[in-house]
């Protein structure tokens, strides 16, 4: 019996391979909460890059494909410039923070665009809607929520194993 309970302990081990790579296995509990502030930080900027953009594309009366193209490249400068403003605070090069930033957001911010975007394609009229319609402003709301669900798991499998946003976390520690 002994035998099976370290077995089952063994499987639980959320970076199995961890400790082959010279570090010991994280805390499940900080991978999580690491994980949760990582998705939020990336919320925030892909957040503050959809607005501008669907207002930005909208006030300039430009066409859906336009707006959208224009909303995803900011949700990705806000997204890393989030990360990177830190880092450089912290006395890193340009080249330094953009490879962290770069590291640390892609797939997260990746994620949470194609779901994000996709929802608001999905909803009927959302992409029709003016600025002052409540269908645009809940529409992107919901999406961006949902989004965020979608990168957490990204998000902590990265972390898990010291990539994705625990490289920034290493360097600035929020």
């Given at each position: 019996m002994a035998g099976?309970?370290?077995?089952?302990?063994?499987?639980?081990?959320?970076?199995?391979?961890?400790?082959?790579?010279?570090?010991?296995?994280?805390?499940?509990?900080?991978?999580?909460?690491?994980?949760?502030?990582?998705?939020?930080?990336?919320?925030?900027?892909?957040?503050?890059?959809?607005?501008?953009?669907?207002v930005i594309g909208t006030g300039l009366g430009w066409g859906n494909l336009q707006t959208m193209g224009l909303?995803?490249?900011l949700a990705?400068?806000?997204?890393y410039a989030l990360t990177m403003v830190p880092l450089l605070r912290s006395g890193m090069t340009m080249g330094q923070a953009l490879r962290i930033g770069l590291a640390a957001?892609?797939?997260?911010?990746?994620?949470m665009e194609i779901v994000d975007n996709l929802i608001i394609l999905a909803v009927p009229g959302a992409m029709d809607a003016h600025?002052?319609?409540?269908?645009?402003?809940?529409?992107l709301a919901v999406a961006?929520?949902?989004a965020a669900f979608a990168a957490y798991p990204v998000n902590r499998w990265l972390i898990a194993r010291g990539r994705g946003h625990a490289l920034a976390h290493q360097h600035h520690g929020h």
């Open positions: 099976h309970d370290h077995h089952h302990h063994h499987g639980a081990d959320p970076a199995p391979h961890a400790e082959h790579q010279g570090r010991p296995a994280p805390d499940p509990a900080q991978v999580n909460r690491l994980a949760v502030a990582a998705t939020l930080h990336c919320l925030t900027g892909c957040g503050i890059g959809e607005v501008l953009g669907m909303a995803i490249v990705f400068i806000f997204g957001d892609t797939a997260s911010i990746t994620v600025l002052d319609s409540p269908l645009f402003w809940g529409t961006l929520i949902i």
